[in-house]
DNA sequence: ATGGTAGGGTACCTA
């Protein structure tokens, strides 16, 4: 079985490109992100038409995650728990049925945080890392193979980005961010593309500005997160990266994890 | 060099 965590960075704009990718690619679980746009306003005809069963969290203009599926979830859950005033689309959890048992996968889109001294922006960053912590803390506890797929806006080490030197007081890579990354990884949960890939470096994101991907001035932010029933069962990853060279690409490349389920 | 580009939605906000 093939999963896949991809930022579009807006669905309307991007789907050609993402119809393209689901041929090309053929994921079994899709995780999407950014998909800037309410729920009645997803294409979900031209995916359907592809064989994938469409479950959205959307909102007007920003945010939106999505899960893209050749088999209907049993169950899904829409939003983060750990705040009820919080109205940013940033979250779904489908639970799967697969052989032998069920697969939870989650599509989050973790906040951005920049500016990094903005006083709402980057403690909304950390309050939200905070209740993803917890949520898996509570998921972890289940036993089952679960992957926490998406855009984390985290850039995990040094070797993560083109010139580190860039990010140093950036909200994806200041040592609060990094911490509570590492307190993620600590619950058990590992880092699928690192844990299969001894090279350095691999970059998941490049932006649009000063010729970056022009220049491989990227970074690893797109992250797929392994509770150890679902890393037991990893064979291997990838990252997509020609998508990135398409006609109007989206800044992020899918981050795709193969699994024997 | 302190910019640059893109999406959403129609003035700026977000990234």
Redesign the pocket.
Known sequence: MKIATW?I??????IENLCQWLKDSDPDIACLQ?????DE?FPRGEIEALGYHVETHGQ????GVALLSKIKPDEVNRGLPGDETDE?ARFIEGVFSVEGGVVRVCSL?L????PSDDPI?YPYKLAWMARLEAFARDRMALEEPLILAG?Y?VIPEPHDAKDPSQWVTDALFLPQTRAAFRRLENLGFVDAVRATNDETPLFS?W?????AWQKNNGIRIDHLMLSPEASDRLRSTAIEKHVRAWE????HVPVVGHFHF
């Open positions: 930022n960075n807006g669905v309307k704009a991007r950014e998909i800037k746009s309410v306003g007007k203009g920003f945010n940013q889109y906040p951005n945080g920049n922006k855009d806006n994101f932006d649009y500005q000063a010729g109007k690409p989206s800044d």
